[in-house]
């Protein structure tokens, strides 16, 4: 399986800041999905990160909140801006499996808002 | 949309007990896959069904596949504490796997 190393792995935040997560993949991968986990809670996708052009993003979720960069194959970034307590979250980077259709998850990049 | 439930939402057993959580999807999949989180972790698969009916064992644990495709089961038979975590069940319909539902999870705790 791939492995992927997401930064940071956890983080304290100030609300009305901004912070960026950094996602790196060991192998070129075609799709990179972000996932969001508030705790307690399921797993819900954020978007789905497409090399060379826009993320694609689930319903709820919006550019000006996430945007979401994919410059090559292994990296991706996502930012969550104008952090408030509610995005207190698990983020989880992850890519496709080896069983297709399904789902590798990094270790996730846990977020507190205060 | 799509809706993916699984019940009970929390179980707590003595070690050895048995322990099975159910998945039930307001739609018909075309797969249903499980995953376990650990404490403090992230999901990792543990496996996949495709067909109707399908039944697959890895060990202690059994995953069913209803014959309308919109139900599942894991069971676990003679918990062990590395049993210890949150069980998802995941739902697709069709397409990639963007299109991937998560259920609401089961989460397990086995005391000795």
């Known amino acids: 399986s791939a492995v992927i190393s997401q930064k940071p792995s956890r983080d304290i935040c100030q609300r009305g800041t901004s912070l960026t997560i950094q996602c790196q993949v060991d192998?070129?991968?075609?799709?990179m999905f972000w996932y969001r986990q508030q705790p307690g809670q399921s797993l819900t996708l954020i978007a789905t990160?497409?090399?060379?052009?826009?993320?694609?993003?689930e319903s709820g979720f919006v550019i000006d909140k996430f945007p979401i960069s994919r410059p090559n194959l292994t990296f991706s970034t996502l930012t969550v801006s104008n952090m408030s307590p509610e995005d207190s979250s698990i983020y989880l980077c992850?890519?496709?499996?080896?069983?297709?259709?399904?789902?590798?998850f990094g270790e996730g990049s846990w977020l507190t808002v205060v | 949309g799509q809706q993916v439930m699984q019940i009970p939402q929390y179980q707590h057993v003595q070690e050895g007990e048995d322990f099975t959580t159910y998945c039930n999807s307001s739609t018909t999949l075309s797969n249903i896959q499980w995953y376990k989180q650990r404490p403090g972790g992230h999901p990792v698969f543990l496996i996949q069904l495709v067909k109707s009916g399908e039944v697959k064992k890895q060990k202690r644990l059994t995953f069913q596949f209803g014959e309308a495709k919109k139900n599942s089961s894991l069971h676990i038979t003679a918990t062990q504490t590395t049993d210890v975590g949150t069980y998802f069940c995941?739902?697709?319909?069709?397409?990639?796997?963007?299109?991937?539902?998560f259920g609401t999870g089961t989460r397990l705790q086995v005391t000795l």
């Open positions: 990160a497409n090399q060379g052009s826009e993320a694609t993003y």
């Open positions: 992850s890519v496709e499996g080896q069983v297709g259709n399904t789902i590798y």
């Open positions: 995941a739902g697709l319909i069709g397409g990639t796997a963007s299109k991937l539902t």
């Open positions: 192998s070129q991968v075609t799709m």
